[in-house]
């Protein structure tokens, strides 16, 4: 019987389309892309057009070869790759790759994988889109243009191992802009003041001091530029005034609901209220999509989970509110279908993230899902559902109090109806919501005197503006336009993986990498550290996907500065570099000349001023070894017994123990030694240590032997005196060469 191959990304998602479209289809998966440029060269021919030089992927072969053979045994070709960019470039590579076989190739797509949108796809079956594979060219031909030409510049003026990107560097830029705004940031003293009072009913109640006279506050509603002899001389002088009722204002206040989810607010509010990281949430989001096995049925349980569009498709919204009007009472229905619209600048692409089917409720699922995926479905499927219901209604209540020449102010806000609120509430407005005053209001009028029961001056100061977190961080590249919703999970993997940023109680940290770095890229390539620069190459980016750009047209535009940057960024970067470099109070102890603070490739580090003639060099206070400083572990050489092992880093950076007497002796080992722990199994002097992010256990340094302990949870202690905590880094043997 003729068969047709089905081609998608992954294994999972190839079992859900499977066993929609059945058994007259063949699906398979490529596992991701099949071909990139290539890892060790520019691989882009700059001369004919930045024409890609592209090569299959190592370890892609055998998945080209079973895609061949599937190929030729099967009436047509349709590919499957998600709804977008990149996307379009794998159908494109896969195609490339399967022209040989000679049979028809066509491109199909789906928002959700659900059986109706499979069948509605295949059915209408379309020719790869040159245009979003041009963008997705053109994207990946510019990362490699500024990655593989500026990296080997950090890696003679900062250290081995280093890259920049052209999106994740300006990443790390607004961290680090962040951070000296933070240094930089000088509080300013400001002082509220508090009356409780109490009606004739002997019902109490807080009011703040609003008005001065015609005096402003400064600093929010309440808050004034005050000294302490001031803040003590109004208190003390409000004390002696009657209190009256001036003015009391009821007013009725609607609060809409938020949109459904896009990529950039799933991943704010996952973190927010799940405490997910934007990559799990993304991964979680992927198995929601992907498609679930709920007993009777497998099936995608959400729509596409990258997108920055808040679209939603009318049959959807149809049965959201036929499920409201059943499940929760037709009160709730607004009388028009919401709508809402995409943000400016965004894509519009896709639909807003959303249930496939309204009428699946979390509780339904509960027993077929993960308990991530359960929390992350909940979350996404009251998001949608209270984007379709009516508004809810606060009842708010101000009353303005007089004493002598000063206003005080009082504030309350009672439900009246709860609308959208019965099923979820956007947590930025929990917060807000947390801050309002909820407090009981008595039932009073203009004229009415009131009982002054205490009132008390309270200090406060400015605070800095707050380090990112993942959520705020993600809100903050969408704002300015840097990436997109495909890109952000990777952004901020890559510049944590890069050791540009540390995550400390869930808040970015700029590292002495980070801020150097960025200084070097900003004197140096100030257009592509420059966050308009990169927000304005997204739009371009757009304009080749929508047919107004030529992406060979918009390279030339691109890289005729970018060579001219080129020629002169070395000189900038060691300009920089010197700029760095700082005289200290400390002195060297082998020639007396003043000690200078440098960078080197392991970070900051004294050294002496007068070098050459001098080499000697020190840790600065407060951090740890030199680079030209081994810490001594105390643990006696296995081999020859006359040298202990030494704490070293590797030409690439890594950790490793090796013997004090080398050259002589060349032993080495990547986990670090625990002195007087002898091998249960052989007799070894000492085990060693292997930690990972999940988990920490004792093995024997003689691979011969293979002794490994029961695994236990992982501590944040250092292993050796004066060194780091061991790292999954610490054991990766190709760095022993």
């Known amino acids: 019987m003729p068969k047709r191959l089905v081609i998608v990304e992954s294994p999972a998602k190839a079992t859900t389309i499977h066993k929609i479209l059945g058994n007259d289809y063949v699906v398979k998966a490529t596992r991701g892309h099949v071909r990139d440029l290539p890892r060790k060269k520019l691989g882009v021919d700059i001369e004919q057009g930045f024409e890609p030089e592209y090569e299959v992927i190592e370890g ?4 080209l070869s079973e895609l061949r053979a599937a190929a030729k045994a099967s009436d047509d070709i349709l590919l499957a790759a998600d709804p977008d960019r990149e996307g379009e470039a794998i159908c494109w590579h896969v195609a490339h790759e399967l022209r040989s076989t000679k049979k028809p190739i066509h491109r199909i797509e789906f928002q959700e994988i659900t ?8 059915a209408d079956a379309r020719d790869i889109n040159q245009q979003l594979v041009d963008a997705q060219q053109a994207r990946r031909v510019l990362d490699r243009l500024v990655g ?13 191992g280093l890259s920049a990107g052209r999106v994740q560097s300006v990443a790390v830029r607004l961290i680090c802009d962040r951070e000296n705004e933070i240094r930089a940031f000088r509080p300013e003293e400001y002082w509220t003041i508090t009356a409780t009072l109490a009606d004739r009913e002997d019902v109490t109640f807080d009011t703040k001091l609003f008005r001065i006279g015609d005096e402003k506050p400064e600093f929010g509603t309440y808050g004034f530029g005050i000294d302490s002899s001031r803040a003590e001389s109004i208190a003390d002088n409000a004390r002696q005034q009657s209190f009256v009722v001036k003015e009391v204002t009821q007013k009725q206040r609607k609060q809409s609901p938020a949109p459904p989810f896009t990529t950039s607010t799933l991943q704010q509010e996952a973190s927010r209220k799940l405490s997910m990281t934007v990559a799990r949430t993304m991964g979680v989001a992927q198995t929601l999509y992907q498609g679930v096995d709920i007993g009777s049925d497998v099936t995608g349980l959400i729509t596409y989970m ?5 679209r939603v498709a009318e049959e959807a919204l149809s049965v959201a509110r036929a499920f409201i009007r059943e499940a929760y009472g037709k009160e709730l229905v607004p009388s028009q279908t919401r709508r809402f619209a995409s943000r400016k600048g965004a894509q519009d692409a896709h639909e807003a993230i959303r249930p496939t089917d309204p009428r699946r409720t979390p509780d339904s699922l509960r027993g077929h899902l993960g308990d991530a995926e359960y929390k992350l479905y909940d979350l996404i499927w009251k998001r949608f559902i209270a984007s379709q219901m009516a508004d809810a209604i606060m009842d708010t209540s101000t009353i303005d109090i007089a004493a002598g020449p000063y206003t005080f102010r009082a504030t309350g806000s009672v439900l009246r109806f709860a609308g959208f609120r019965t099923v979820y509430l956007e947590t930025d407005e929990d917060t807000a919501n947390d801050s309002d005053d909820r407090q009981p209001l008595p039932d009073v009028k203009a004229g009415d005197k009131l009982s002054l029961l205490d009132l008390l001056p309270r200090q406060h100061f400015t605070e800095p503006p707050p380090r990112y977190t993942e959520a705020s961080l993600v809100k903050a590249l969408e704002v300015q336009g840097i990436g997109r919703p495909s890109t952000y999970a990777a952004i901020i993997s890559t510049i944590q993986d890069r050791n540009y940023v540390r995550k400390e109680r869930g808040r970015f940290f700029p590292t002495d990498t980070g801020e150097v770095v960025t200084r070097m890229l900003i004197a140096s390539f100030p257009n592509i550290l420059d966050v308009q620069f990169t927000a304005n190459m997204e739009s371009e980016l757009d304009a080749v996907e929508e047919g107004k750009r030529d992406w060979i047209e918009l390279m030339r535009e691109f890289y005729g500065p970018f060579t001219t940057a080129l020629d002169g960024a070395p000189d900038r970067m060691y300009a920089v570099r010197k700029q760095m470099e700082t005289v200290t109070q400390e002195t060297c102890d082998q020639c007396g000349r003043p000690m200078a603070r440098k960078w080197g490739r392991f970070g900051f580090f004294l050294g002496c001023s007068g070098y050459p003639d001098c080499a000697n060099t020190a840790q600065l206070p407060g951090t740890g070894p030199s680079p030209s400083q081994p810490v001594d572990t105390g643990v006696k050489c296995p081999d020859c017994g006359g040298g202990t092992l030494l704490q070293r880093t590797s030409r690439r950076g890594k950790v490793f123990f090796g013997c004090s007497t080398y050259p002589k002796c060349n032993f080495a080992a990547w986990d670090p030694p625990l002195a007087g722990v002898p091998c249960p199994e052989c007799g070894a002097p000492f085990l060693t240590v292997r930690r990972t992010k999940t988990r920490q256990y004792n093995l024997c340094y003689r691979k011969e032997c293979g002794y490994k302990s029961e695994p236990t949870p992982p501590t944040d202690e250092p292993l050796v005196p ?5 790292s999954p880094s610490m054991t990766e043997q190709s760095d022993l060469d």
């Open 148 to 160: 593989y030409q500026i990296s080997p510049m950090l890696w003679r003026h900062v250290g081995k």
């Open 722 to 726: 004066g060194m780091e905590p061991a």
């Open 60 to 63: 892609k072969s055998k998945v």
């Open 306 to 310: 990258r997108t920055d569009s808040t």
């Open 115 to 122: 059986a109706d949108a499979v069948r509605r796809a295949v």
